[in-house]
């Protein structure tokens, strides 16, 4: 299945806001509708959002002529790359197919079509050679995988980043269990993550977000699996609030913590997780679940999306092209 495409003129996409009570399709027409969805979590995942963000392009190509409208073009053009700002593949993908608009709709589409064929084919290799990795880590075929937030198809168009290892481990018949977390505020974990390991048939337990260092502390998993919103120069990883709290518990459990990202997602311009800009969503999404009320009125409330762990605290990073073992010293630069 994929959550998100190109059909007959449109983007169309899986509304995962609405899931898992209703899997609705959202038909989107206009960059302004497009940059809406984007920001109110419709579709998330930092190789989805390239996607979205490579057909939005041709959208706003439809919309206005870049040779008449320059700057109205170029305006939609940046409501797209600036809607959300912490994950890379969003503004990379836009400018990417931007650079093409000059040759006309055709020629975009063409090259948003290309990105989109590249995660997918980098799904299936990430998956296949995390799980590799995992196996050689753990030393055996009975895995118990800890992951965060929602890292499958939902958020890369098919299979994922950190849930394709797991999808691949399920299919090899290593697979004990997948111990998802819940991820607040908004549950991707609960709501996203169950829903696609229910449709693969892979065993699973959902636990709160707080539980999951506890669990690793007392042995309940064998390897933390976790997805990137944007891994930069020196190998720290933005991702999920509630990252970083696991990769904490994982050192001091001697727990694996691999993260699973396309190259992508890869930033080498930006030096440190020091340089990374993490969105504040603001309050609503933390006084309350779903619309309801779960804080006094007027608490005010800090919501950072995303946070970032540390390289030191990394045993490696899974691409569609490499394995980089930071535990083993090796840097991106080097390869793997």
């Not at 806001?17 to 809406?36: F, N």
């Not at 990417?96 to 290309?114: I, N, P, Q, S, T």
């Not at 694996?256 to 440190?272: G, L, N, R």
Request: aromatic content about 2%; some cysteine; charged content about 25%.
């Amino acid at each position: 299945m994929r959550s998100l495409d190109w059909v007959d003129g449109a983007v169309e996409m899986i509304d995962q806001t609405r899931l898992p009570q209703e899997t609705a399709i959202l038909r989107l027409t206009s960059t302004a509708d497009l940059v809406a969805a984007i920001k109110r979590l419709s579709v998330r995942g930092a190789p989805a959002l390239g996607v979205a963000g490579a057909y939005g392009v041709v959208l706003a190509l439809a919309e206005h002529d870049p040779a008449a409208e320059p700057d109205r073009f170029a305006a939609a053009v940046a409501s797209l790359r600036t809607a959300r700002p912490t994950a890379v593949n969003l503004g990379r993908m836009v400018d990417r197919v931007a650079a093409v608009a000059g040759a006309g709709r055709e020629a975009a589409l063409a090259e948003a079509d290309r990105i989109r064929d590249e995660e997918l084919n980098a799904s299936l290799a990430m998956g296949e050679l995390g799980a590799d990795l995992v196996g050689q880590l753990v030393g055996h075929r009975e895995i118990r995988a800890m992951t965060i937030c929602n890292t499958g198809g939902l958020a890369s168009v098919e299979r994922g980043t950190a849930l394709a290892v797991i999808q691949a481990l399920h299919e090899r018949g290593e697979l004990s269990e997948a111990i998802p977390l819940e991820t607040r505020p908004l549950l991707q974990g609960g709501r996203l993550t169950t829903w696609e390991l229910a449709r693969m048939g892979a065993p699973h337990r959902l636990v709160v977000d707080s539980a999951g260092p506890f669990l690793l502390a007392r042995g309940a998993a064998d390897v933390v699996l976790i997805g990137a919103d944007r891994v930069v120069a020196n190998g720290d990883t933005a991702n999920k609030i509630g990252s970083f709290a696991l990769a904490l518990a994982a050192a001091d459990a001697g727990v694996p913590f691999i993260v699973v990202a396309p190259e992508s997602t890869v930033d080498t311009e930006t030096k440190t997780g020091d340089d990374i800009e993490i969105e504040d969503r603001g309050r609503a999404e933390v006084v309350a679940v779903r619309s309801m009320a779960i804080a006094p009125e007027g608490t005010a409330a800090i919501n950072p999306a995303f946070d970032v762990t540390p390289v030191r605290l990394v045993t490696a990073l899974v691409t569609e092209q490499r394995v980089v073992r930071f535990d083993l010293g090796q840097t991106l630069s080097e390869g793997g």
